[in-house]
């Protein structure tokens, strides 16, 4: 069996390379990145100046050349446009944002339904897929892949700007403590009151949608959840989250959770490992000085 990985995100191709790689034989198209061929491809091909158009027109082509047996679409912005442009040039049905595939006697996948409320097993005949980011851990292992440079042809799009978002330094998909904040915290000017709590745990800050988008207590990059970012830390320590579906979403890899809710119904107490009611405000500081100690 072979299949084929596209990322325009070299991390997501890495998870993606990392999750299949005992499942088939894989090659992986994204951009440069020189760790990307530590992963188990076969191939790894590199691009550069990568549009939809030139994009979708290579990648049809590659993928009828190849014979491959499935396409593994990386749910990116681009990657779910070029599905769509895949999906109907090639004529090959599409199933987005699997976070679980398995080709054992039938094609099985899982992805998430009503806004991340439930999850859907599925059995299909499906070849392409978009698979979302935050799978898995990549993890290297001892053999190289090959690797190939791709001439695109030059696209018709031309970049006049690029504005980057403001982002809050490191990634925190890589941490492995995670202190993260929820309505609850009441207020930016209170992020301040939590700070020694990361500091002691050498931890990074995320919080929940309302934080990062509605408030911007937080930049968006640390937004933890279905439509932010997937963490795997060994802790993550959720102070005045709720624990709504979309959040925990995205913190369903983390080793062990830990939640600070004054509400002992909220939801965040059915999914954490330890559980703590009580007001955040009175309990940090307390947290803070028993690991002091
Ligand atoms: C399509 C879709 C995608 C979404 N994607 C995401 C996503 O990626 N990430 C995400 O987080 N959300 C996402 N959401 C929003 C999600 O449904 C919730 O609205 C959000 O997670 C709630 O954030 P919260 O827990 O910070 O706030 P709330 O739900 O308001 O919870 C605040 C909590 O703080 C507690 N609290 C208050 N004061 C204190 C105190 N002093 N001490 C201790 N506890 C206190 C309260 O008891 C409450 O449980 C999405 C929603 C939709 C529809």
């Known amino acids: 069996m072979k299949g084929l990985i596209f990322s325009d995100e070299p991390k997501n191709a890495m998870e993606m390379v990392t999750y299949l790689r005992g499942k088939m034989d894989v090659d992986v198209i994204s951009t440069e990145n020189k760790e990307l061929v530590e992963y188990g491809a076969?191939?790894?091909?590199?691009?550069?100046?990568?549009?939809?158009?030139?994009?979708?027109?290579?990648?049809?082509?590659?993928?009828?050349?190849?014979?491959?047996?499935?396409?593994?679409?990386?749910?990116?912005?681009?990657?779910?446009?070029?599905?769509?442009?895949?999906?109907?040039?090639?004529?090959?049905?599409?199933?987005?944002?699997?976070?679980?595939?398995?080709?054992?006697?039938?094609?099985?996948?899982?992805r998430f339904f009503h806004g991340g409320k439930t999850v859907v097993e599925e059995e299909s005949n499906f070849k392409m897929f978009t698979v979302s980011a935050g799978i898995i851990?990549?993890?290297?292992?001892?053999?190289?892949?090959?690797?190939?440079k791709i001439d695109l042809e030059k696209s018709n799009y031309k970049i006049i700007n690029v504005k980057n978002k403001e982002s809050g330094g490191t990634d925190i998909r890589n941490a492995k403590v995670i202190?993260?904040?929820?309505?609850?915290?009441?207020?930016?000017?209170?992020?301040?009151?939590?700070?020694p709590l990361v500091a002691v745990l050498h931890a990074e800050i995320s919080g929940s949608r309302p934080v990062c988008l509605d408030y911007k207590w937080l930049s968006e990059d640390k937004q933890v959840g279905l439509s932010g970012k997937k963490v795997r830390p060994d802790f993550y320590i959720a102070l005045g989250i709720s624990g709504q579906i979309q959040h925990i979403a995205g913190i369903r890899g983390s080793k062990t959770i830990i939640a600070i809710n004054k509400d002992k119904s909220a939801p965040i107490f059915e999914e954490c490992d330890y559980g703590i009611v009580g007001d955040l405000f009175t309990v940090v500081p307390e947290l803070v000085e028993k690991l002091k100690n």
């Open 179 to 195: 202190v993260s904040i929820g309505r609850g915290l009441g207020s930016q000017e209170n992020i301040e009151k939590i700070m």
């Open 42 to 110: 076969a191939t790894v091909y590199f691009y550069s100046d990568g549009f939809v158009d030139n994009l979708s027109k290579f990648l049809a082509g590659h993928i009828e050349k190849n014979n491959y047996d499935f396409i593994f679409i990386s749910s990116t912005n681009t990657g779910r446009e070029l599905a769509g442009i895949l999906s109907y040039k090639l004529k090959m049905k599409c199933m987005p944002e699997i976070f679980y595939f398995e080709n054992k006697e039938n094609i099985t996948t899982k």
């Open 137 to 148: 851990e990549a993890e290297k292992i001892n053999k190289k892949s090959d690797v190939k």
